[in-house]
T-cell receptor
Framework: RKEVEQDPGPFNVPEGATVAFNCTYSNSASQSFFWYRQDCRKEPKLLMSVYSSGNEDGRFTAQLNRASQYISLLIRDSKLSDSATYLC?????????????FGKGTKLSVIP | GAVVSQHPSRVICKSGTSVKIECRSL??????MFWYRQFPKQSLMLMAT?????????EQGVEKDKFLINHASLTLSTLTVTSAHPEDSSFYIC??????????FGQGTRLTVV
């Protein structure tokens, strides 16, 4: 089983749509969880951290379910500028160290 | 936010030559730097972790003699791909962090070996 597994995608959605990405991780000792956004041929950029209580940043909502080892990202009112690859990222070690393990990413295309 | 500068952004080299990639933290002291490699349509794969002043820790399957990492100062780490071959063509990205802060990524280097 892969350490971090994401929806295969790609997701092609119209502007204004709501889209949800899912991610599962295999190591129950994982401590930190993130969603990154990566534009084509660019470096990944942190979109948001994910907390057990769930967190929201504008149109973006992230949820963490530790019991199911499941992370989600919800994007509401999609914009053309949201088109990118979304990477689920987990800090596997969690013992004070910081080694990120990336999912393969899910590509989102928002269509006019 | 913190800035990490990676250079060059693109490089084309001949098979058998060596290429050096630089990663600099511009406004903070990077106690730890990470080097990743990303093949097309694949996830970022950690190659090695380096702490300033000590030897890098390489991930399983990454040849330390082929991918030389130097982290001689708190603001600079370098990755040298020695005797590059076409299969080394990839997108290489560094990230840097200070203490327990989040890691920031460089812009990446697209290496093409011909």
């Amino acid at each position: 089983r892969k350490e971090v597994e994401q929806d295969p995608g790609p997701f092609n959605v119209p502007e204004g749509a709501t889209v949800a990405f899912n991610c599962t991780y295999s190591n129950s000792a994982s401590q930190s969880f993130f969603w990154y956004r990566q534009d084509c041929r660019k470096e990944p950029k942190l979109l948001m951290s994910v907390y057990s209580s769930g967190n929201e940043d504008g149109r973006f909502t992230a949820q963490l379910n530790r019991a199911s080892q499941y992370i989600s990202l919800l994007i509401r009112d999609s914009k053309l500028s949201d088109s990118a690859t979304y990477l689920c990222v987990v800090n596997i070690d969690g013992a004070g160290s910081y080694q990120l393990t990336f999912g393969k990413g899910t590509k989102l295309s928002v269509i006019p | 936010g913190a800035v990490v500068s990676q250079h060059p952004s693109r490089v084309i080299c001949k098979s058998g030559t060596s290429v050096k990639i630089e990663c600099r933290s511009l406004d903070f002291q990077a106690t730890t730097m990470f080097w990743y490699r990303q093949f097309p349509k694949q996830s970022l794969m950690l190659m090695a972790t380096s702490n300033e002043g000590s030897k890098a820790t390489y991930e399983q399957g990454v040849e330390k003699d082929k991918f030389l990492i130097n982290h001689a100062s708190l603001t600079l780490s370098t990755l040298t791909v020695t005797s590059a071959h076409p299969e080394d063509s990839s997108f290489y990205i560094c990230s840097a962090k200070e203490g327990h802060t989040e890691a920031f990524f460089g812009q990446g280097t697209r290496l093409t070996v011909v």
